[in-house]
């Protein structure tokens, strides 16, 4: 058995019980998980509590889809993977209508779509070893579904990344969303 520790999201404003997930880290956990919702992000609390922790897996309990492109949120996963020397572990989520539209602004639109596309090229990203052309990536998705699932056409962008870990651990997806009748 595996034991984690959730940290919720912080709201306003942002607090972190450092000496307790360094305990939890003394004590063999094998996780902390940061989340988000309004307020404070998922990623920039992993980032700080890698650099104060050694051994304890660092996961986003979720990062918000409709809060970042699917190449951002790769691009964080990595960075943070390699920063903390493999500890990052990217769980995502579609999260509610009140915050997708409330918050980020944008519409709620088809959730399940949504998720399995964002995913697909989150993956497509991870799996490149030296350059991901994002228009292949889209391709092997059918255009049509991810222009509208993003809300507008998509140009090529390349990225440039080293093998990571993070190819190696699981991505984490909500499985609980709001589907459209």
């Known amino acids: 058995m595996r034991l ?4 919720g999201y912080s709201g306003a404003q942002m607090q972190l019980d450092v000496e307790r997930i360094r305990e939890a ?10 989340a988000e919702s309004y307020g404070s992000d998922a990623a920039t609390p992993l ?10 897996k ?7 889809i409709p ?3 699917p190449a951002n949120t790769a691009m964080t996963a990595m960075t ?8 990052m572990v990217l769980g995502l989520g579609m999260s509610g209508p009140q915050v997708v539209e409330g918050w980020h602004g944008v519409a709620y639109g088809k959730p399940l779509l949504r998720t399995r596309e964002y995913v697909a ?17 889209v391709d092997s998705i059918d255009n049509s579904a991810f222009d509208s699932a993003l809300g507008g056409a998509f140009h090529a962008v390349f990225l440039w990344t080293d093998q990571s870990s993070i190819i ?7 499985v609980f969303c709001f589907v459209d009748a």
Do not use: K
């Open 4 to 7: 984690g520790l959730t940290l």
């Open 25 to 34: 880290e003394r004590l063999g956990y094998h996780i902390v998980w940061t």
């Open 47 to 56: 980032a700080w509590l890698g650099a104060l922790t050694g051994r304890i």
């Open 58 to 64: 660092l996961g986003t309990g979720i990062m918000q």
């Open 67 to 69: 809060a970042r492109s």
């Open 80 to 87: 943070l993977d390699q920063l903390s020397g493999g500890r």
């Open 121 to 137: 090229i989150c993956r497509a990203i991870f799996a490149a070893s030296l350059r991901a052309n994002v228009d292949s990536i």
């Open 168 to 174: 190696h651990d699981p991505l984490f997806v909500q």
